[in-house]
């Protein structure tokens, strides 16, 4: 059962790091390709949070948020993989503050191809943000070892 467990945990982190890895790649001095995808994103949401809530969000550096999505994911998968809750915690952490922000269906209306495609991605980021869940939920619910007592010898006379 140690087995496939690990074998679960390392294709599960796989997508995180491959996709860490990629985006490190691809970073440069600019930020690379993400930057150029996070920027509308990220002003649109900006714009969404500010005239829902009445909420100004401070202003970030889209590069800053490219460079720490790229640390939650590399470093969480690499600490999931060994069972760390830890890793599953900054794991949850990305995908609550990249998942509404990178699939913003709720921009679009509901007939147009995009639509579609960014509901289906939010979907499956759901559902790995609910296997995070369930792993911390089991991590969480295994007891700790209790040291065994020595029981007390009687003596007899």
Known sequence: MGFFSFAGR??????????AWQEFNE?????????????????????HVTRSVG????????KHIVATAIALKGLGGVLFIFGSTFGAYL????????????YDFY???IEKQEFS?????????????????FFLGMKNSIPKRQPKKKSAKTKMN
Do not use: C, M, R
């Open 117 to 133: 495609l960014l509901f289906l991605k939010f979907t499956q980021n759901l559902a790995l943000f609910g296997a995070l869940l």
């Open 91 to 102: 794991l949850v952490l990305h995908l609550l503050l990249s998942t509404p922000i990178l």
């Open 10 to 19: 390392v294709l599960f982190a796989s997508v995180f790091i491959l996709s």
């Open 55 to 62: 909420f100004q969000l401070p202003e970030v550096e889209i």
């Open 27 to 47: 970073f440069g001095s600019d930020g690379g390709p993400a930057v150029k995808i996070w920027s509308p994103k990220f002003e649109s949401f900006t714009n």
């Open 107 to 109: 921009n679009y209306d």
